[in-house]
Structures are given as structure tokens and as C-alpha cells.
């Protein structure tokens, strides 16, 4: 079992930055790809961006590439989510996943793990 604590979210004026981190614990936190989703409401969760599970590889999503960073640090069992350039519709509850997916399949195998979410509020 992995346990996936999300936190960092919060309230920010357009153009503003934000730091998520999520926290593993449990079982190898080197052996999963690590990754980034959201969900607005109303609207379906979609991937945000990726890390491989060494950290060589990252993969975005198109909307947030060049203001958005995702990083892991193996010695804290910790992957963040650098937001920079925030803008209104990045508003969402983010959500943080572990699993031997790629991309937008992470966290769709029946053995990957989510956390809880974090909200990310961005003012115009």
C-alpha cells in the first residue's frame, strides 16, 4: 500500500505562484511514476503532469507547459508541483498518483494510488 498525502493548495491572485507537495508512505516510493491531475467542477479530471520513477523523464499537459514544473526528491518520498503564471482556469482540486502508468493513464490501473486532493483557488 502507498498512502498519498496531497497539501500546498490555497488562494492566489492571477499571475501568482503555488508549491504542491505530496508526501508518500508505504511501500517503495522509487518504484512508482509519480503524477499530477486536476479537476475542475463540472468538468472530468485531466492529467497535469508526470514524473518517471527515477526522476529523469517528465511529461505536461499542454495547458500548463512552461509554467508549470513537476520534481520528486526520493529522499523525502516527496513529489512537488511548481505553479508558476496561474491563471483563472487552473482553479481545480489537484490531485497527487503513484502507479507504472504513463502520462494521462497513470493512476488507471487497479493497483495505483491517489490521494485526497488539494484546492487551488486562482483569482482574476
Known amino acids: 500500500q502507498v498512502q498519498l498525502v496531497e497539501s500546498g493548495g490555497g488562494w492566489v491572485q492571477h499571475g501568482g505562484s503555488l508549491r504542491l507537495s505530496c508526501a508518500a508512505s508505504g511501500r517503495a516510493f522509487s518504484a512508482y511514476n509519480m503524477g499530477w491531475f486536476r479537476q475542475a467542477p463540472g468538468k472530468e479530471r485531466e492529467f497535469v503532469a508526470a514524473?518517471?520513477?527515477?526522476?529523469?523523464?517528465?511529461d505536461y499537459a499542454n495547458s500548463v507547459k512552461g509554467r508549470f514544473t513537476i520534481s520528486r526528491d526520493s529522499a523525502k518520498n516527496t513529489v512537488y508541483l511548481q505553479m508558476n503564471g496561474l491563471k483563472p482556469e487552473d482553479t481545480a482540486i489537484y490531485y497527487c498518483?503513484?502507479?507504472?502508468?504513463?502520462?494521462?493513464?497513470?493512476?488507471?490501473?487497479?493497483?495505483?494510488?491517489w490521494g485526497q486532493g488539494t484546492q487551488v483557488t486562482v483569482s482574476s
Open positions: 498518483a503513484a502507479g507504472l502508468g504513463w502520462g494521462p493513464a497513470l493512476g488507471s490501473r487497479e493497483n495505483d494510488y
Open positions: 514524473v518517471s520513477s527515477r526522476g529523469y523523464i517528465t
